[in-house]
């Protein structure tokens, strides 16, 4: 049995001959039928894209609100800082875009590797992930503001001492996050240096000398 489709009967118009002179028919072809109704229909469809309104809805460039934007004002590494940014903006992108303090890292941007850790009110943070309106009036330390002029913090130094660094790109946050560790009195073993600093990753694994970095600082050791 065939299984070809049957051809697709088309009505001719009215008064139109039915066959050509040498009696075969004039009806077009399914092929043909095909071809010119998915030709004209493409163009309708195009048509209409092309003269339609915007799908999207488009609003005239000058229609759109400007983003709330609040004036915040905080003291970094012991200067007051005032600058007025939009209600989005991370304490991260202030410290690096608004104060030009780069020290601190983007590495993730999410909270996950601590490359961006800084001190606020004497507690470490993952800046990029702290609202920076929501900051007026604290005190931020960043890796700019440990060293007294050309006197290294001990932590500072311990990581040059220990050779606890590679590319060097985690270095801020760690060395952040380890004063945040001392301070917080968590380095009474270097297991408990490790639990309490897990949330900093140093993808050269420096790990080792990172934990002794933060001993010598914090023990002389």
Do not use: W
């Not at 001959?17 to 163009?43: C, H, L, M, N, Q």
């Not at 012991?78 to 020290?103: F, I, K, M, Q, Y």
């Not at 961006?116 to 470490?124: E, K, M, N, P, S």
Request: aromatic share 4%; hydrophobic share 35%.
């Amino acid at each position: 049995m065939s299984t070809e489709p049957p051809e697709p009967t088309v009505s001719l118009p009215e008064g139109s001959p039915e066959g050509s002179p040498d009696g075969s028919s004039s009806a077009p072809s399914r092929r043909t039928f095909i071809a010119t109704t998915t030709a004209v229909g493409g163009a309708v469809v195009a048509g209409g894209l092309i003269a339609g309104p915007s799908v999207f809805g488009a609003e005239p460039a000058g229609a759109a609100e400007a983003a709330p934007s609040s004036r915040v004002s905080l003291t970094v590494n012991g200067e007051l800082r005032t600058a007025t940014v939009d209600n989005r903006t991370s304490l991260l992108d202030l410290l690096r875009e608004h104060l030009d303090l780069t020290g601190s890292k983007k590495g993730c941007n999410a909270g996950a590797c601590g490359a961006c850790t800084v001190l606020v009110d004497g507690r470490r943070v993952n800046s990029c992930l702290t609202l920076a309106v929501r900051l007026d009036g604290a005190e931020v330390t960043t890796i700019e503001g440990l060293a007294k002029g050309e006197r290294l913090h001990p932590l500072q130094r311990a990581f040059i001492d220990q050779d606890a660094f590679q590319c060097g790109y985690c270095t801020p946050g760690q060395i952040m996050s380890g004063v945040g560790c001392i301070q917080e009195g968590h380095t009474d073993s270097p297991a408990e240096i490790r639990e309490f600093m897990s949330g900093n990753i140093c993808r050269c694994g420096c790990y080792v000398k990172i934990v002794r970095a933060v001993e010598q600082a914090a023990h002389g050791k």
